[in-house]
Structures are given as structure tokens and as C-alpha cells.
Antibody
Framework: QVQLQESGPGLVKPSETLSLTCTVS?????????WGWIRQPPGKGLEWIGS???????YYNPSLKSRVTMSLDTSKNQFSLKVSSVTAADTAVYYC????????????WGQGTLVTVSS | QTVVTQEPSFSVSPGGTVTLTCGLS?????????PSWYQQTPGQAPRTLIY???SRSSGVPDRFSGSILGNKAALTITGAQADDESDYYC??????????FGGGTKLTVL
């Protein structure tokens, strides 16, 4: 069974960089599929951040592209997200996900982690 | 940027049928957008319901179905139950590979 688990600081100061890690179990992240991130501000809807394929294409939400970096750590079967120059608007529950590339949908989700941007 | 539209809210009676839609601010939704649908209850991660327009995810009851209705993707719940009361989100995949979520529909069963 594929499982994803987010981890990282729950509080980040404005103008700093938000960093999260997603640990994947039950599937090797180098074996295919897209991996990525989705977020949800409190009381609001879901927003796709980006998805990438090991050794292949990376796709970003155009509105976040300039501040977002995604990367893989294949030795730990993890992938990570960095969002730079954060503001209060980046406060959200962040979900990591696997995207089924054949049918283009999010088939596995992490439980989510709340990141608050505040001084 | 393309906007994906959903009804902000909808209500259905227990046992009734409801159809939620997913449209585009400009243009028509087709199967080429690989519409998918997700259900979310408060405090929980989204659950995948439908992918590739009309395929049900594993374990999803057959009272949930997906389709294209006119120029929109649609999620139909037949025989609504109390625990179907949730937020429902659609996702469309744009030609450039970008995924766009709709704003979500809050479904009330009463």
C-alpha cells in the first residue's frame, strides 16, 4: 500500500523559506508516476503547487513558479518542497501527492501538514 | 490563468440525486482535460472519487458517477446518504500539463 507522509516546521517567519519533506513508503519514487504538492489555506479550496517526474518533466502552478522548488532524495525515497519569500498568504495545509501519469489524477495523498507563516 | 468553475454550494435530500458540475471560464470541458473528482470532509485529506471523466477509484460506491454533460464535467450522486455531506473538488489538466482545481462545492444532505 502506497503511503505518503509530510514533515517539516509548522511555523515559518515572513520572508523566509518554507521547507517540507514527503516520505513515501510502499512504492519507489524512481519507478514512475509524478510526485508533487497541493495546499489548502484555512477555510479555502485546494490549490495545486506543482508535480514532477523522476528524470523527466516538472510542472508548476504559474502563480507560484517563481518561488517554488521541488526535488527528490532517491536514497531516502523522499521528495521535498521549498517556497521562498513566504507571506501570510502561504499559510495552509500542505499535502504531498502521487499523480497517476496515465490517467492524470491524484491517486494517493498524504494526511497534510499545517504550515503557519507568522512572526 | 484558466479558471475552473464549480457551484459554491448544493443541497440534496437523503436518497435523492444531485449533479455537481465543473466548467471552464472560457471554453468547454472535454475528456481531453482528464476530469477528476475528490471528496473532502473537514480535517481530512481529499479522497479520490472519479478519474479520467468516469472511472471510479478503488472502493468508491457506484452511486458516484462521472460524465461530460454539455460543456462541463459532471459528478452525479445517486441515492445520497448523510455521509456524502462533504466538499467536492474537480481537477482539470490543461494542455501545458498544469493541473487546475475548481473552487469546490459544499454539498449539504438534508
Amino acid at each position: 500500500q502506497v503511503q505518503l507522509q509530510e514533515s517539516g516546521p509548522g511555523l515559518v517567519k515572513p520572508s523566509e523559506t518554507l521547507s517540507l519533506t514527503c516520505t513515501v513508503s510502499g512504492y519507489s519514487i524512481t519507478s514512475g508516476y509524478y510526485w508533487g504538492w497541493i495546499r489548502q489555506p484555512p477555510g479555502k479550496g485546494l490549490e495545486w503547487i506543482g508535480s514532477f517526474y523522476h528524470g523527466g518533466n516538472t510542472y508548476y502552478n504559474p502563480s507560484l513558479k517563481s518561488r517554488v522548488t521541488m526535488s527528490l532524495d532517491t536514497s531516502k525515497n523522499q521528495f521535498s518542497l521549498k517556497v521562498s519569500s513566504v507571506t501570510a498568504a502561504d499559510t495552509a495545509v500542505y499535502y504531498c501527492s502521487r499523480k497517476n501519469s496515465g490517467n492524470d489524477y491524484f491517486d494517493y495523498w498524504g494526511q497534510g501538514t499545517l504550515v503557519t507563516v507568522s512572526s | 490563468q484558466t479558471v475552473v468553475t464549480q457551484e459554491p454550494s448544493f443541497s440534496v435530500s437523503p436518497g435523492g440525486t444531485v449533479t455537481l458540475t465543473c466548467g471552464l471560464s472560457s471554453g468547454s470541458v472535454s475528456t481531453s482535460y482528464y476530469p477528476s473528482w475528490y471528496q473532502q470532509t473537514p480535517g481530512q485529506a481529499p479522497r479520490t472519487l472519479i478519474y479520467n471523466t468516469n472511472s471510479r477509484s478503488s472502493g468508491v460506491p457506484d452511486r458516484f458517477s462521472g460524465s461530460i454533460l454539455g460543456n462541463k464535467a459532471a459528478l452525479t450522486i445517486t441515492g445520497a446518504q448523510a455521509d456524502d455531506e462533504s466538499d467536492y473538488y474537480c481537477v482539470l489538466i490543461m494542455a501545458d500539463g498544469v493541473s487546475v482545481f475548481g473552487g469546490g462545492t459544499k454539498l449539504t444532505v438534508l
